[in-house]
Each structure stands twice: as structure tokens, then as C-alpha cells.
């Protein structure tokens, strides 16, 4: 694995390089993790001239899901009470003779940013950008893997929540329940906070869980995600409890499953980003619920839970294959509720048998 990291780091110097700087600093957690493998707490990536450091604040912990430092990258730990970590790299910068700096200005604070001036005022200061989160988009396989296994762990919590007795548990039990039982299965943790939503919060985006209890005759959506060797998938149902759901529900459920199914078939290597969420978007406009939609159809996945692309109305760009994606479209009625179904998938040629699903709950409508 020292390879696929070392050819991160070289794409990312050839891209530093040809904007006439010398080194970079990476500060971003995520983006040191994905070029290093691993990004112990405070720590950043130096690419100097001459070697490849990550500076910490103290040792790496040895926890599995944490991530083992690349061996190809020398460690380089500051003692206790050591400072800061990135301004402890752009002084090894200048020490190795770099006479400019690109930083991750949109990860960085002001005070941060005055600081390296500050301490390296040799160094010309230019900003990354967001280089790194470009080259993390495409995903390889051994990531795909990742993002593969923590769906399954998430589709299993799932399952053995609907096999349980759900009526009169509130919202913030049952969330609590679904991440004891991701962690069980072997995820690091919840790849984000997990939302259940009963009644009238039903389909609510980003719900937080609250006391209410879960109702016979309510809509109750449920998004979750698991974590996995720091790769982090989502999935969203939504169900109905008791024997039989009334005809607006019906009627409802299958609108937003008519649009999340055009989202996903329309995934494919050169898609435009926006004409995805086009796609999904205009069932649920045509039928009148243009005023109750998302800001997005969804977004890409890896290091962390929300990643470009973003499937938006105004997103520019084109999904390339290898890239995961979120399809969520969702419809919440204030007062009474709603529903949303979110999957997650890698975007695959047809040749390759098109999009490939990770999240493989059924979407059919169960009465629990």
C-alpha cells in the first residue's frame, strides 16, 4: 500500500510543482489521511523538496481504524507542549529550503495563516486550493472496498432494527440502538450522526433525534452510515408502522422512489453532475413538490460523508467512473411528514454493468 500513497503525494507535487512552488502543507484532516494513511489528532503533512513529513503534536495511537502512518513518510513528533504543528512544518520548509509554501487557506484560520508568515517570513505563502479534495474524488478499488464493507455493516444494523419491536421507542433511542449496533458489526463508528424520524418529522433532512415516540400509522425514515477504516458510506429508508399504510402514503412513497430510481439509472461516466439531480428533481416537481425538495439530490463519499461532486442544480462538472455518490431525493410535508431514500453507489460504465449499488436494503414500502 506505501505505493498507492507515495503516487498520491507525487500527483499532488507534480500539481504543486507546476504552479512554481516548492512545497505543500496539509492541514486538512481528511486530506492528510488520504496521503499519508493516517492523520493522527493535530498532526499535518509537510511535502518538502527533500523528504515527506508528518509533523504530530504526539505519537500516533495504534488503534486499527485510526490508520498506520505510511512508512515512506518520516514521523516527526514534537514534545509535550511542543506548539503548533503547522507552523513547526512551514520552520522544517524553510530548513530544507523551500523558498514558498502552498497551504489549504479554506482549512486554515486567519491567526494560523499569520502565524506561518509569522515564523517563516522566507517562505512565499500560495494557496492549494482544494487540489487534494480534486484528486480524492476518483476512487480506487481498495477505497471502493472500504466504502463496499461499511455499507454492509450498515445494511445489517438496519435489518435488525426492523426485526424489533419499534412501537412506542423514541426517535433518540433508536438512533442510539442503530450506532451500538454499527460499532457491534465492526464499523469505527457512525459515519455521521444517525437520524430517526417518526410522524410528522418523517423525511426531514438532517433530523436530529428527539423524544417523540414512534406512533402506529407513522412515516419513520431512518438515515445512518457507517464508518470504515475511515471511509464512510450513507443509507435512508423509510417505512411505515403498522399494518397497512394509508393511501397518501402510498401515493407519496412511490413518487420519491420514481425519482430516486431516474437519479440513479442516470449515473454514468460522463453524466453532468446537475443533470442527475435534473433527473431525480423533475418527477418530484412535475407532481407539485417543488417547494418541499432538497437544495440537493446528492453528493460524493470517502474520507468524509460529504465530498464533491455535489448533484445540485448548479453543479458544474461530470462524474467520472470510480466516483461513489449519494442519491437522496426526499419530500417532507410540514405537519406531516415524509419520506426519503438515500443509497449509496459507485459510478460504473454500462460496459461494467452500470452504477453499482452498495446500500441494498429493500426499498419496498414495509408496514413494521
Known amino acids: 500500500m506505501s505505493e498507492v500513497y507515495?503516487?498520491?503525494?507525487?500527483?499532488?507535487?507534480?500539481?504543486?510543482?507546476?504552479?512554481?512552488?516548492?512545497a505543500a502543507l496539509v492541514t486538512r484532516p481528511a486530506n492528510v489521511r488520504y496521503l499519508a494513511a493516517a492523520a493522527p489528532r493535530g498532526s499535518v503533512l509537510l511535502l518538502g523538496g527533500s523528504e515527506d513529513l508528518l509533523v504530530c503534536a504526539g505519537p500516533p495511537d495504534d488503534r486499527p481504524y485510526e490508520g498506520r502512518p505510511d512508512e515512506s513518510v518520516r514521523l516527526h513528533v514534537l514534545p509535550a507542549n511542543g506548539g503548533d504543528t503547522a507552523v513547526t512544518a512551514?520552520?522544517?520548509?524553510?530548513?530544507q529550503g523551500a523558498d514558498s509554501l502552498a497551504v489549504e487557506e479554506h482549512h486554515l484560520t486567519v491567526s494560523r495563516h499569520r502565524a506561518l508568515a509569522s515564523v517563516a517570513p522566507g517562505l512565499r505563502l500560495a494557496d492549494l486550493g482544494g487540489?487534494?479534495?480534486?484528486?480524492?474524488?476518483v476512487k480506487d478499488e481498495e477505497e471502493i472496498s472500504c466504502l463496499r464493507i461499511g455499507a454492509e455493516i450498515a445494511d445489517q444494523?438496519?435489518?435488525?432494527?426492523?426485526?424489533?419491536?419499534?412501537?412506542?421507542?423514541?426517535?433518540?433511542?433508536?438512533a442510539l440502538e442503530l450506532e451500538r449496533r454499527l460499532v457491534d458489526h465492526g464499523a469505527d463508528g457512525p459515519a455521521f450522526p444517525t437520524s430517526v424520524a417518526t410522524g410528522p418529522h418523517a423525511g426531514r433532512r438532517g433530523h436530529r433525534p428527539t423524544d417523540r415516540r414512534v406512533e402506529e400509522g407513522d412515516f419513520l425514515s431512518v438515515c445512518l452510515g457507517a464508518g470504515y477504516r475511515g471511509y464512510r458510506c450513507e443509507i435512508g429508508r423509510t417505512f411505515v408502522i403498522g399494518t397497512s399504510p394509508a393511501d397518501w402514503q402510498i401515493?407519496?412513497?412511490?413518487?420519491?422512489?420514481?425519482?430516486?430510481?431516474?437519479?440513479?439509472?442516470?449515473?454514468?461516466?460522463g453524466a453532468a453532475c446537475r443533470d442527475v439531480d435534473r433527473a431525480a428533481r423533475q418527477v418530484l416537481d412535475s407532481a407539485g413538490y417543488a417547494e418541499a425538495l432538497p437544495p440537493?439530490?446528492?453528493h460524493g463519499v470517502g474520507l468524509e460523508i460529504q465530498e464533491d461532486p455535489q448533484l445540485a442544480p448548479s453543479a458544474m462538472g461530470k462524474l467520472d467512473a470510480c466516483v461513489p455518490v449519494t442519491v437522496e431525493p426526499g419530500v417532507h410535508l410540514p405537519g406531516r411528514g415524509?419520506?426519503?431514500?438515500?443509497?449509496?453507489?459507485?459510478?460504473?460504465?454500462?460496459?461494467?454493468?452500470?452504477?453499482?449499488?452498495?446500500t441494498i436494503t429493500t426499498k419496498e414500502l414495509l408496514a413494521l
Not at 438496519?158 to 423514541?170: F, K, P, Y
Not at 401515493?251 to 461516466?269: I, K, M, N
Open 157 to 174: 444494523a438496519l435489518g435488525e432494527l426492523l426485526e424489533s419491536i419499534l412501537v412506542g421507542r423514541t426517535e433518540r433511542h433508536l
Open 296 to 298: 440537493l439530490t446528492g
Open 131 to 137: 487540489a487534494v479534495e480534486q484528486l480524492r474524488v
Open 251 to 269: 401515493e407519496l412513497y412511490d413518487l420519491v422512489f420514481a425519482a430516486q430510481r431516474a437519479g440513479r439509472e442516470f449515473l454514468a461516466p
Open 6 to 22: 507515495a503516487n498520491r503525494r507525487s500527483r499532488l507535487r507534480d500539481h504543486i510543482n507546476a504552479a512554481g512552488t516548492a
Open 338 to 358: 415524509g419520506v426519503r431514500i438515500d443509497d449509496t453507489l459507485v459510478v460504473r460504465p454500462e460496459a461494467d454493468g452500470g452504477p453499482e449499488l452498495l
Open 90 to 95: 512551514a520552520g522544517l520548509a524553510l530548513a
